[in-house]
């Protein structure tokens, strides 16, 4: 009996050193993605915290939100506030 290598013929070696150098950049490639998509997340270019925020009546409550964007500039700043309950879902939406 012969072997399917000789009935069918075999591949040369440097097709599969080529296949895993091929895998191994595709590897690396996806994990450098990756970071960059991590680091790009975690460095956003705007930051907001609420400064204070106050009870007005059962209906209303004020809060003033600061708002602090990488370049400094506040053109285009629009900001939501909306209240959350401890389940997560919408108990409060501001007004138009």
Request: aromatic share 8%; charged share 15%; net charge positive.
């Amino acid at each position: 009996m012969s072997s399917p290598s000789e009935r069918y013929g075999s591949r040369p070696p440097w097709l599969r050193a080529l296949g895993f150098g091929l895998a191994g950049v595709l590897v690396a490639a996806g994990l450098v993605w990756l970071a960059w998509v991590v680091w790009f997340h975690a460095t956003p270019s705007v930051t907001s915290e609420v400064v204070t925020w106050k009870v007005v009546d059962d209906h209303t409550v004020t809060a003033r939100v600061q708002v602090t964007l990488e370049d400094g500039s506040s053109q285009g700043v629009h900001c939501l506030i909306q209240a959350t309950a401890l389940d997560h879902t919408t108990s409060g939406r501001p007004r138009r």
